[in-house]
């Protein structure tokens, strides 16, 4: 399939959304995922310049057809974030040329719509493990909860795309409302643990230089790695 994947790893603030100061303050990553052959693509978190992003695919000869979400945090999926309202999926389930649905985890359908205002219809809820269909290109969910209730990861042709989960250097945080830092140390260290060391990652921000690495490299070098025990783990996360 590698040959007909479709993907784009573009930065808020400075691929699209320029002129939003906001959004080059939070070095968001959206990722385009489609089918060369059968135009289909989703969005994996857009949030900010929804429309370029749409636009973006048009020019690349595809169509939206879905969301990916990796959790629910406005600088993520839309909504307000300390008063400043950040365009997301709301905006994108408006748009009558997307004809989307936002494929979200279990636990994190009600603070999805919460946060976004989008109603049950506009969701797909999944669990751990699912697929999700891009024309061929299967998209696999893995449920990492501890940034959130459902955070989850996207795997795709040796690509992990990690939402909050994990950065280059750091994970995201656990002192957010729904986050667990027992749930974040399980999930670095045992869910995804069977992600090959060749896996391209990912990650939701631009937080290191470098806007991706591989697994092994990230396990290698990123501090998250080198707390071997749960409890050497709550000293830093608790």
């Known amino acids: 399939m590698t040959d007909r994947l479709y993907f784009r790893q573009l930065l808020a603030g400075e691929d699209f959304a320029v002129d939003d100061p906001l959004a080059r303050q939070m ?14 693509a989703v969005a994996v978190d857009p949030a900010y310049g929804v429309h370029e992003l749409v636009e973006i695919l048009d020019a690349d000869g595809l169509r939206l057809t879905g969301v990916l979400a990796s959790h629910w945090h406005p600088d993520h999926i839309g909504g307000d974030l300390m008063g400043y309202e950040i365009e997301g999926i709301r905006e994108v389930l408006a748009m009558p040329e997307a004809q989307a649905r936002v494929h979200v985890h279990r636990d994190e359908a009600e603070w999805v719509k919460r946060s976004t205002g989008v109603a049950d219809s506009d969701l797909v809820v999944h669990d751990s493990g699912d697929t999700v269909d891009v024309g061929a290109i299967p998209v696999r969910l893995l449920h990492t909860p501890g940034h959130t209730p459902g955070s989850q990861c996207f795997v795709v042709d040796g690509k992990l795309v990690a939402g909050d989960t994990l950065f280059l250097e750091g994970c995201g945080r656990t002192d957010l409302p729904g986050g667990d830092a027992d749930q974040m140390y399980e999930s670095l260290t045992q869910r995804l643990a069977a992600i090959p060391d060749d896996t391209l990652l990912y990650p939701g921000h631009r937080y290191s230089p470098e806007p991706v690495a591989s697994m092994g490299e990230t396990r290698r070098r990123n501090y998250v790695f080198r707390l071997p025990t749960l409890d050497q783990w709550r000293t830093m996360f608790e």
Do not use: A, S
Request: glycine fraction near 14%; avoid cysteine.
């Open 27 to 40: 070095v968001n990553f959206v990722y385009l995922i489609g089918d060369t052959e059968t135009g289909d």
